[in-house]
């Protein structure tokens, strides 16, 4: 495996990526795509500016108003004023947040499920029915703008602030799903060799720079199976790093100390190790930290981490007074079609989910080779693909070719035991204990100094749910988690905690020899 990093390769794949811009340009000029090309322009906004400003002015009294918009809000409060109910349909079902009004053409994509995705009963809007959501970080470079000189003023590519039209630096494809109560993220890694409609095979985080929001839903959709995806949301780095501090900071466990510098970009990232709080800043340096040998996967990994500790210390009431200032950093940075309502749905719905109930899987596949690519990819590996999404996102395998059960059988289950007790005799137990069950553990290795937890973590690396019940079922102790935070060689991860301690005593203490020593994820 090698990983990418050379400027050299980064500037063979953004020029990649600008003839494909030019091509996917003529290909819209002769009418086979009504696009406007995003890069570098300045977006229009979809709904009225009045809409906009009023609804902003009820949540967040620091939101100015210009003098142009008043004729229209005061003509909005004339219709309002007569009706409570009738403004407080208007304001649900507005966009309040899109950036640019969709042709009728890149609305389609996004409409391919009429039914409608949230409806006002009794109190706050909720879900009709499971929702699939496009969520992208966003980051673009004065190095990625057309014309962009090939040796920028002092070797230093700035970021474009407040510019949503830049690679996709993080993809998400969320579900949201009422019937089954959880919500699934996949995390689709950056470097993913596909099919991009008008650009060919290239890695899918060109898509957002040359066609935005709607070409990047139909490359996730045709590489998924056809899958329908109804709303998208882009952030920008900078944006996300304001609305951690909106938030007040998120606490995450740092394994080992992340060190790295790239003068061209102007990124320094000195994180030390140990569980601490971060702010805006040094979140961006820990999501986009990939200096641990594992390149694009191992910040995958590190989103994942950071999504699990989001979601366990702030969806809760403390963020109601924090709602203003959070509001406001949205305005600025955020970009997505989905209406108030909706979006009302979707929050009340997550804040209910417990942790079992969000489920975190990856984009399986492998890094290619240097004999195979001159840049570095990743490779979906199909059979396993179509397992993660017939079984998370109720897409058939027949779409992908497959109809095999792949990971079938305890034999075929690959099961890899970290020790985070660090006493060889609990380790030795659990071994013994998947052994019995007609499993073959090996032992995985430990990075850094990370706390044993209470409950074991029995991990669903590549979203086996059943198979990580099987070995839950053959520990008699832990809780499963369906996440890629774990060993890439496994199937399943097991991390044992404080709960195995009290494993039931008797099991034989020699240690195999095919478990002795620790298997090492490929570097």
């Not at 600025?332 to 989910?353: H, I, P, R």
């Not at 596949?365 to 004999?371: K, L």
Request: proline residues 6%; hydrophobic residues 40%.
């Amino acid at each position: 495996m090698y990983i990418p990093g050379g400027h050299a390769r980064q500037a063979l794949h953004r020029e990649r990526i600008r003839v494909g811009l030019k091509s996917y340009k003529k290909s819209a000029d002769r009418g086979c795509e009504e696009h406007e090309l995003p890069v570098a322009e300045k977006s229009s906004k979809s709904n009225s500016s009045a809409e906009k400003s009023a609804f902003f002015r009820q949540i967040n009294p620091n939101f100015r108003i210009q003098p142009r918009w008043l004729v229209g809000i005061m003509l909005f409060m004339a219709i309002a004023s007569g009706s409570i109910g009738a403004g407080l349909a208007f304001l649900l079902t507005s966009k309040p947040f899109q950036q640019r009004a969709l042709t009728a053409q890149e609305a389609e994509i996004f409409n391919r499920n009429q039914a409608e995705i949230a409806a006002a009963t009794a109190g706050l809007p909720q879900l009709t029915r499971p929702v699939h959501i496009l969520v992208m970080g966003t980051i673009l470079l004065t190095g990625d703008l057309p014309n962009a000189p090939e040796s920028p003023p002092e070797g230093y590519l700035a970021q474009v602030d407040s510019n949503l039209n830049g690679m996709s630096d993080a993809m998400l494809l969320l579900r949201f799903d009422p019937l089954a109560k959880q919500v699934v993220i996949l995390s689709i890694p950056r470097d993913t060799l596909t099919e991009v409609p008008s650009l060919g095979q290239v890695k899918i985080n060109a898509a957002n720079y040359v066609g935005g929001a709607p070409l990047a839903a139909r490359a996730v959709s045709q590489m998924l199976g056809s899958i329908t995806i109804d709303r998208y949301v882009r952030v920008n780095v900078q944006g996300f790093g304001q609305l951690i501090d909106a938030l007040g900071g998120i606490e995450v466990d740092i394994p080992q100390a992340m060190k790295y510098q790239d003068d061209s970009q102007r990124l320094y990232i000195n994180l030390p190790a140990g569980r601490q709080r971060l702010d805006g800043s040094r979140a961006i340096q820990f999501m986009r930290f990939r200096q641990d040998g594992m390149g694009d996967i191992g910040r995958v990994q590190r989103q994942q981490q950071f999504l699990r500790a989001l979601v366990a210390q702030k969806l809760s009431l403390e963020l109601i007074p924090r709602l203003p200032d959070i509001l406001g950093v949205l305005q600025q940075n955020l970009d997505t079609n989905l209406s108030v309502e909706e979006l009302l749905a979707l929050g009340a719905f997550a804040a209910k989910m417990q942790r079992q109930q969000f489920k975190l899987v990856m984009l399986p596949g492998r890094f290619s080779e240097p004999s195979e690519y001159h840049l570095s990819y990743w490779l979906l590996d199909s059979p396993r693909l179509a397992q993660v999404m017939s079984q998370h996102f109720g897409v058939s395998k027949t779409k992908f070719g497959s109809d095999d059960g792949v990971g079938s059988g305890a034999s075929s289950v690959r099961v890899v035991v970290q020790d985070l007790t660090r006493q060889a005799t609990m380790r030795q137990r659990a071994i013994a204990r998947l052994q019995q069950a007609g499993l073959t553990p090996i032992l995985g290795e430990v990075v850094g100094q990370v706390a044993a937890p209470q409950v074991t973590q029995i991990v669903a690396q590549n979203g086996d749910i059943k198979a990580a019940e099987q070995v839950r079922a053959a520990l008699g102790v832990g809780e499963v988690l369906v996440e890629s935070t774990g060993d890439l060689n496994s199937d399943v991860t097991v991390r044992l905690g404080l709960d195995w301690q009290k494993a039931s005593p008797g099991l034989p203490q020699s240690l195999p020899r095919r478990a002795q020593e620790p298997v090492r994820s490929p570097r």
